[in-house]
């Protein structure tokens, strides 16, 4: 990814923590949660792999067209298993990788792969037009990473109303009141333990989320 090497660590930290915790929820937690559990644990842990500093760590080329192939396989596999949550997620790191792979440096002016011709005359160029041209293979080099602006500020947007609307379950008072039906006066004993840690865990997953999107 591209964002600031210290950025890059605390993603690390973040998604590989958050990627422990739920694969350790998914050989001790309950039965009925594991998979959901072992596919959030396996995507933070892709996601902390992503988020490498190349500073730190120089992955090899075709490392952004593995971790596409891997998200991309997984994003299907969510779709099959009507996981729709997870679905967005995995594609949303197809995405991002696919945007490593492909960066804008390597777009023509259309937003089409592909080296960028230089048009004009063929004969022997000013020194203004030389300049000129100069200025744009700089730019070429150091351009940004790639990505379609209007899929990533999409993207952007659901997991930013995904991190707060289950940022507000976390809060006490309204995980009890969407938990305890009608009649029941308390909660079940086990749901604020380590299943709140778990959907804390999907809460940081979401925020690391947006903060590697905002680098695309």
């Known amino acids: 990814m591209h964002e600031p090497p210290l950025v890059g660590w605390l993603l690390v930290l973040l998604c590989a923590t958050a990627g422990a915790y739920c694969l350790v929820r998914a050989r001790t937690g309950p039965a009925g949660g594991r998979e959901d559990a072992r596919g959030e ?6 996601m902390a792999a992503m988020a490498l500093p190349a500073s730190a760590v120089t992955p090899p080329e075709w490392s952004p067209w593995l971790f596409t192939a891997l998200f991309g396989a997984a994003g299907v ?5 009507r996981h729709l949550h997870h679905a967005v997620g995995t594609f949303a790191m197809a995405y991002m990788a696919l945007a490593m792979a492909v960066p804008s440096a390597h777009r023509n002016p259309t937003g089409s792969v592909g080296a960028a011709v230089p048009t004009g005359s063929t004969g022997p160029m000013s020194p203004t037009s030389s300049v000129s041209s100069m200025s744009s293979m700089g730019a070429m080099e150091h351009a940004g990473p790639g990505g379609v602006p209007l899929l990533t500020g999409l993207l952007l ?3 930013t ?7 507000i379950r976390l809060v006490p008072g309204v995980r ?18 380590p299943s709140g840690v778990l959907r804390a865990c999907r809460v940081a997953m979401g925020i690391g989320m947006l903060a590697m999107l905002l680098t695309v």
Do not use: K, N, T
């Not at 644990?41 to 892709?46: I, K, P, R, S």
């Not at 109303?161 to 940022?167: E, H, K, L, Q, S």
């Not at 009890?176 to 333990?193: F, L």
């Open 41 to 46: 644990g396996l995507m933070a842990l892709g």
């Open 77 to 81: 596999w969510a779709l099959v298993r």
């Open 157 to 159: 947007a659901y997991f």
């Open 161 to 167: 109303v995904y991190v707060i609307a289950a940022g």
């Open 176 to 193: 009890a009141a969407e938990s305890v039906p009608e009649g029941v006066g308390a909660e079940q004993p086990g749901d604020a333990g």
